[in-house]
């Protein structure tokens, strides 16, 4: 049973930060790219940051200088680290784990959490 269960989020003032983290079970996490993403009320969802098993990175134009992505791989866990947070940032984030595999594609989604950008 796949299991990405997501923490970390909450309500924050514009500038400030939030830690994202989401644990995996169930999937053999190191082969699988790892992904953040969001959706704002009345908006489609959007891609925030993905990680491949490699390391290599793929930011958002509209996050990259203020969010990072990474990923543990001991502790089948990727995080997002977001800072200088914009009220535009307030969306459900949901953690997404994807893989092909003789062209079958995978995909597997977290429950999302909320975070609100506010003063």
């Known amino acids: 049973q796949v299991q990405l269960v997501e923490s970390g989020g909450g309500l924050v003032q514009p500038g400030g930060s939030l830690r994202l983290s989401c644990a995996a079970s169930?999937?053999?996490?190191?082969?699988?790219?790892m992904g953040w993403y969001r959706q704002a009320p009345g908006k489609q969802r959007e891609l925030v940051a993905t990680?491949?098993?490699?390391?290599?990175?793929n930011y958002a134009d509209s996050v990259k200088g203020r969010f990072t992505i990474s990923r543990d791989n001991a502790k089948n866990t990727v995080y997002l680290q977001a800072n200088s947070l914009k009220p535009e940032d307030t969306a459900v984030y949901y953690c997404?784990?994807?893989?092909?595999?003789?062209?079958?594609?995978?995909?597997?989604w977290g429950q999302g959490t909320q975070v609100t950008v506010s003063s």
């Open positions: 169930g999937i053999r996490f190191r082969v699988y790219v």
């Open positions: 997404n784990a994807h893989t092909s595999v003789m062209l079958v594609e995978s995909d597997y």
């Open positions: 990680i491949t098993s490699g390391g290599s990175i």
